[in-house]
């Protein structure tokens, strides 16, 4: 019984490395530099320079400029039409917040929303109010 469990695990362990080492490749790549932080899913990310890379419809991974991982993100498909003649990286700002609120890409009709339009005001007030909360605890 003890060896079944065991190659069973095995085997699910080999088909999760390969479904990892798939998602890691890249489909599409873009640089951007900002001259302000910005929050992806919760976090501040400082000012500077990143990559953000496509790995499938949804997955997208964020690198820092010396291409240390910073953030994954699973985003929401929309559709750009008509295509976009160059890849854009879209903040929405909000009470002095930016939000990475979507990708675009060159040439295509499909991008990622990482933030809906209407949830938009809801993520920035939550950042600030638990941004607020952290520092009040943190004695700041």
Excluded at 17 to 22: D, F, I, R, S
Excluded at 52 to 61: E, G, K, M
Excluded at 121 to 137: D, E, G, M, P
Aim: positive net charge; glycine residues 8%; hydrophobic residues 40%.
């Amino acid at each position: 019984m003890n060896r079944n469990w065991m190659s069973t695990s095995a085997v699910g362990l080999a088909l999760f490395t390969l479904c990892g080492v798939a998602a890691a490749q890249s489909t599409q790549a873009a640089v951007f530099a900002t001259d302000f932080s910005f929050v992806v899913q919760g976090h501040e990310l400082p000012p500077g320079r990143y990559t953000v890379a496509q790995h499938d419809q949804v997955f997208l991974t964020l690198r820092d400029g010396h291409g240390k991982y910073v953030a994954s993100v699973c985003a929401n498909p929309m559709e750009t039409v008509p295509p976009t003649s160059v890849t854009k990286v879209v903040f929405y700002e909000w009470g002095g917040v930016h939000i990475l609120a979507s990708v675009r890409w060159q040439g295509k009709t499909t991008g990622q929303e990482l933030v809906r339009p209407d949830m938009q005001i809801q993520a920035a007030q939550n950042f600030v109010r638990q941004h607020s909360s952290t520092q009040a605890l943190a004695g700041k």
